[in-house]
């Protein structure tokens, strides 16, 4: 064979093979997992393949939490504000990044209202949401629902300031999650009072736009996720919002099987969705903070960045469950 058909040949097997993970043999080892994870992750995902891979310094602070520092290496008191704060963007036609440039919220426009996904710390809510949407030039007081994936302060902190600023806004959480916010003690921000709970398959509509939820229960026992469909100059753009993806590296089996289970139900939700843009709710995990202002910027006729295709949104999901299941081996031996 010729060298040049040797490498057509060769391309060919390689793009195969980062395409359709799920259709190989799911490895036994963890240097084998870890191989095909980081297969899996291509250009999209190399973020979660570092962050579901390759355990933390045993100095960092574990993942989760309910106050600053919930999120792994988060200094417990608010941050120089030029070390997170973010410009908002417009990201298509009716959705937009109100976020910082570590963790993400979003605002998708209806016809009938706003809905905000997430709340962020509690010091970043009013500049990053209220200010952001503004900035935008829309109106907070349109917002009719705040969905918040799971009760963690890098996501939730800002939760009560949001519903106190804006009149009639609806909290939505897990149930398991709005017990964990009550219980909680001393939250950064202020606890929310008990409003919405999201449930498996619920869909929240502001007119002509519409959130489903899907129940991911792992990263805690309430997460949700999301599927959605933004326009992107008129055509319709398909989301798959993961709301939970960091694990702890000293869980027991039944934790990493629940997680496991839950990350493959809702990759089914997905694709059946036919997805072809994967969110989440920590920039490291899907480059968003860089993509959301890249996608403000583009010319006309340049494609959304965002938008990487249903093959790659369920890459993404291959690279939880092989870095989940390499963490089980090494924690249970298992």
Request: charged share 20%; with cysteine; aromatic share 8%.
């Amino acid at each position: 064979m010729k060298p040049v058909a040797r490498f057509v040949v060769a391309s060919v097997l390689l793009a195969a093979s980062i395409a359709t993970p799920s259709a190989q043999t799911p490895p036994t080892t963890v240097d084998g997992l870890l191989s095909a994870a980081k297969n899996a992750a291509g250009l999209e995902w190399p973020g979660t393949y570092l962050r579901l891979c390759i355990p933390p310094p045993a100095a960092a602070a574990p993942a989760g939490g309910g106050a600053r520092g919930g999120g792994r290496g988060t200094p417990p008191a608010p941050p120089a504000r030029d070390s997170w704060y973010a410009e908002p963007a417009k990201v298509a036609d009716n959705f937009y990044f109100i976020g910082t440039k570590i963790h993400s919220a979003w605002a998708i426009v209806g016809t009938e209202g706003i809905i905000v996904i997430e709340a962020l710390f509690d010091y970043a809510a009013q500049d990053e949401i209220l200010g952001g949407l503004k900035k935008l030039g829309l109106d907070p007081r349109r917002v009719k629902y705040v969905i918040l994936s799971h009760a963690h302060g890098d996501h939730d902190g800002g939760a009560k300031l949001l519903q106190d600023a804006i009149p009639g806004v609806r909290l939505v959480y897990g149930a398991a999650d709005w017990d964990l916010v009550e219980k909680t003690t001393n939250r950064p921000g202020g606890t929310p009072k008990r409003d919405m709970v999201g449930t498996n398959g619920m869909r929240i509509s502001v007119g002509d736009a519409s959130v489903q939820i899907i129940a991911m229960p792992g990263h805690t026992a309430g997460t949700l996720s999301y599927l959605f469909e933004v326009r992107d100059n008129g055509k319709p753009l398909r989301v798959a919002y993961v709301g939970g993806t960091a694990i702890p590296f000293n869980g027991d089996v039944a934790y990493y099987d629940g997680y496991i289970a839950s990350s493959k139900e809702m990759a089914k939700a997905a694709a059946s969705y036919g997805a072809t843009v994967l969110l989440s709710n920590h920039t490291e995990f899907d480059n968003a903070y860089f993509k959301a202002h890249t996608a403000a910027s583009r010319k006309p006729g340049e494609a959304n960045p965002f938008e990487v295709g249903t093959a790659a949104v369920g890459r993404y999901f291959t690279v939880v469950e092989y870095c989940t299941t390499a963490a089980r081996i090494r924690a249970t031996g298992k």
